[in-house]
């Protein structure tokens, strides 16, 4: 009697193309999307597994170690992506204006528009359960857009636009304040938050931005 073929213990990976020579990078971004996808539908990284990231793409789990050595590193490169995307973002945002303060206004909003269009993204850059350092590098990526808040707060200083004497610590408390509108919305949506938006309120406040400043960028 002819034997059944085995129909292994799980749904069937859906068949893939194979790549053509030389055509390995596309697979490894192949992975990155499938990673990304997963990540956002369930709006957390927390369920991804070589098994799932290899059906999203139609290839065999195994395929995945010639571009990934696990899970983490798939996870890492999902995160690297959305940290790229958020500096170039903000850097955008600071530099299509000339006046400073309205450089700061931007790129805080660009931030803001960042984590709310991209939760899950967003929320994996500070979730993602990867071994902490015991201190923050200076050459961090993650550090790309608060570097590049920093950076726009002092030169509001220099152009006499903020009466801050300590814009890093003044960047991180806007910092803090962006990052916790951004999660509180997500949380919260049902809260009865404000018709008017306080974003601009909340960048000028402590930005330090003096009076003089505001009535310039209005």
Same mark, same amino acid.
């Given at each position: 009697?002819?034997?059944?073929?085995?129909?292994?213990? @799980?749904?069937?990976?859906?068949?893939? !193309?194979?790549?053509?020579? *030389?055509?390995?990078?596309?697979?490894? &971004?192949?992975?990155?999307?499938?990673?990304?996808?997963?990540? %956002?539908?369930?709006? /957390?990284?927390? +369920?991804?597994?070589?098994?799932?990231?290899? $059906?999203? %793409? @139609?290839?065999?789990?195994?395929? =995945?170690?010639?571009?990934?050595?696990? $899970?983490?590193? =798939? %996870? &890492?490169?999902?995160?690297?992506?959305? =940290?790229?995307?958020?500096?170039?973002?903000?850097?955008?945002?600071?530099?299509?204006? *000339?006046?400073?303060?309205? @450089?700061?206004?931007? *790129?805080?909003?660009?931030?803001?528009?960042?984590?709310?269009?991209?939760? +899950?993204?967003?929320?994996?850059?500070?979730?993602?359960? $990867?071994?902490?350092?015991?201190?923050?590098?200076?050459?961090?990526? *993650?550090?790309? +857009?608060?570097?590049?808040?920093?950076?726009?707060?002092?030169?509001?200083?220099?152009? @006499?636009?903020?009466?801050?004497?300590?814009?890093?610590?003044?960047?991180?408390?806007?910092? /803090?304040?962006?990052?916790?509108?951004?999660?509180?919305?997500?949380?919260?949506?049902?809260?009865?938050? !404000?018709?008017?938006?306080?974003?601009? $309120? /909340?960048?000028?406040?402590?930005?330090?931005?003096?009076?003089?400043?505001?009535?310039?960028?209005?």
């Amino acid at each position: 009697m002819t034997k059944a073929p085995a129909t292994g213990d @799980g749904p069937s990976t859906p068949s893939r !193309p194979r790549n053509r020579r *030389g055509e390995g990078p596309r697979l490894r &971004e192949d992975i990155v999307r499938a990673a990304t996808a997963l990540i %956002v539908r369930a709006g /957390t990284d927390q +369920a991804l597994t070589l098994r799932s990231v290899a $059906r999203e %793409v @139609g290839i065999s789990a195994p395929s =995945i170690y010639a571009h990934f050595t696990d $899970r983490e590193a =798939i %996870v &890492e490169a999902v995160v690297l992506e959305a =940290i790229t995307q958020l500096h170039e973002a903000v850097g955008t945002a600071v530099t299509a204006h *000339g006046d400073p303060v309205e @450089g700061l206004l931007a *790129g805080c909003a660009a931030y803001v528009d960042f984590g709310t269009r991209e939760p +899950a993204r967003y929320r994996v850059l500070f979730d993602w359960s $990867r071994p902490k350092p015991d201190t923050a590098r200076a050459d961090d990526p *993650g550090l790309d +857009a608060f570097r590049v808040l920093v950076d726009n707060l002092e030169a509001c200083v220099r152009a @006499g636009r903020s009466t801050s004497t300590d814009p890093f610590a003044d960047a991180v408390a806007l910092w /803090t304040a962006l990052h916790g509108r951004v999660l509180l919305r997500a949380s919260l949506p049902d809260f009865p938050w !404000p018709a008017a938006d306080t974003l601009e $309120r /909340t960048v000028l406040s402590l930005g330090r931005i003096t009076s003089a400043a505001q009535r310039q960028c209005r």
